[in-house]
């Protein structure tokens, strides 16, 4: 259990570490409340996608395993889709054009592949749900610095949500902009930061503590991050 | 998904050894074929559920867009009722079918609600709704849809303009031709009325001379647009008015 969120949060990051779903991030991320949006939105998929594949997982013949993840996941997201815009309509219209965009983000088909294929139900929706929070707080961390550099400002939407609030002005009211880092160079500048950032975290662990981390997770180190 | 699965764990699940390929395709194209059943009816049992719900959450999105440029005060009929067609319009720049709303008052016409398309955006077209008062003054306009650049012409849409206590695209509120002439009706870098922002002229443009060329057809077309039954088809303006075929999407000054 302890492993499974550990993995999801940080070791196997779907973001820092796999490099999954690129498209999606890289294009929500303008905004704070964009980036939390669609990182719920997928965590939910990401959970129920899980759920469903591991306890049809004896069902699935090997060979036809892909198409039907397929199908299994694009009809859940379309039943989310449905689902919001009759039943909670503000949100809907906030995430609306997020939510199929999930369909095509190999995060959720990775897991799917890679671990509800093979696990129980109780560890695969905890993988669907860790790696999604780890989904969620790569995703709003660049969120929130591309729109903080880019528009000096935190929360900009949050009105479309929540009515009552407003967004936060951090950097000075006459702050130019940084036009770059709300155009999509910004957000692979921020990625490469954080993915470095990362690294350079994990290899002053390595060296701090050599001897007790190659022992406790030999596999996780050894593996180069980007082939997981 | 390149990684290689232990076979042992991952092969078929009770096809027995023997058996010919033929009868392992049927059985795959089956559970394949059971899967697709159950997953599409799934899908279309939510659908049937929550049709109606869909159906009346996009009403009062449209209504609710509509009161963003149109006060409820103004009209007292059902709008989404009295609503028609309009054909693509050139001096709209429309390219489908749009609908046209009209606001009455105690039956007295009021108001006239309707989309436009500015071709000439920066990044493609914008699209507009708009709102004319009977007595032909432009009551007010909002951008609906546009790919302008995020922090630089998105400005022409006041939840992203950064001015909030006088958003750019309020300068057009309640402007009519007798207040701003037609040959006035521009940004004032083409010597025109209204503001632009520096740096970003194309989108404040853009905007500026579709709701001139939309206000202008609507004051034009105003009586026959009020006179027409409810759900008709309005008649193509540009064979009426002569005006002469112009190919959406290349209409510049």
């Known amino acids: ?228 | 998904m390149s990684e290689l699965h232990d076979p042992a764990g991952n092969t078929p699940q009770g096809a027995p050894p023997g058996r010919s390929a033929t009868h392992i395709a049927l059985r795959t194209a089956f559970i394949l074929l059971a899967f697709t059943l159950a997953f599409t009816a799934l899908m279309a049992s939510v659908h049937y559920l929550t049709a109606p719900r869909v159906a009346a959450s996009a009403q009062t999105e449209k209504l609710r867009l509509i009161a963003v440029v149109l006060a409820p005060t103004i009209y007292n009929n059902h709008l989404l009722n009295d609503a028609i067609t309009l054909p693509p319009t050139g001096a709209l720049g429309t390219t489908e079918n749009t609908l046209l709303y009209r606001a009455r008052k105690n039956n007295q016409p009021a108001a006239l609600v309707f989309e436009a398309v500015a071709p000439d955006g920066y990044a493609g077209k914008i699209n507009l709704l708009l709102a004319v008062a009977h007595t032909g003054e432009l009551l007010a306009l909002r951008v609906t849809q546009h790919k302008e650049t995020p922090g630089l012409g998105d400005y022409i849409d006041p939840k992203k303009d950064r001015n909030k206590t006088r958003p750019w695209i309020n300068q057009f509120d309640h402007l009519g031709f007798d207040r701003v002439p037609v040959e006035k009706w521009r940004v004032k870098k083409d010597g025109g009325h209204f503001d632009q922002m520096a740096g970003a002229t194309i989108s404040a443009r853009a905007v500026a001379n579709a709701s001139g060329r939309a206000l202008a057809w609507a004051n034009q077309h105003r009586e026959a647009l009020f006179a027409l039954p409810p759900k008709a088809q309005y008649p193509n303006t540009e064979a009426l008015t002569e005006v002469p075929p112009e190919k959406p999407g290349v209409i510049h000054e």
């Open chain 1, 1 to 228: 259990m302890n492993d499974i969120s550990k993995n999801g949060l940080w070791q196997q990051n779907a973001i820092l570490v796999q490099l999954l779903g690129l498209c999606p991030v890289l294009a929500i991320s303008t905004t704070l409340v964009n980036a939390v949006s669609l990182g719920l939105a997928t965590i939910l998929v990401m959970l129920l996608a899980n759920l469903a594949i591991a306890s049809l997982r004896t069902l699935i013949p090997y060979e036809i395993r892909i198409p039907v993840f397929v199908l299994i996941i694009a009809a859940l997201v379309t039943v989310v889709d449905l689902s919001l815009n009759a039943f909670l309509h503000d949100l809907y219209v906030m995430l609306g054009i997020f939510i199929p965009l999930i369909v095509t983000n190999c995060i959720v088909l990775a897991r799917v592949e890679a671990f509800a294929a093979k696990n129980g139900l109780a560890a695969a929706t905890l993988d669907g749900a860790m790696m999604g929070v780890g989904f969620l707080w790569v995703i709003a961390l660049i969120g929130g610095l591309r729109e903080l550099i880019g528009q000096g400002t935190l929360f900009s939407g949050i009105e479309m949500i929540f009515p009552s609030l407003t967004h936060i002005q951090l950097l000075p009211a006459d702050y130019p902009g940084f036009l770059v880092m709300m155009l999509p160079p910004g957000a692979f500048f921020t990625l490469g930061l954080l993915i470095a950032g990362r690294n350079w975290l994990t290899a002053r662990t390595k060296q701090r503590l050599p001897n007790q981390h190659m022992e406790a997770a030999p596999s996780a180190e050894k593996t180069p991050p980007v082939a997981a």
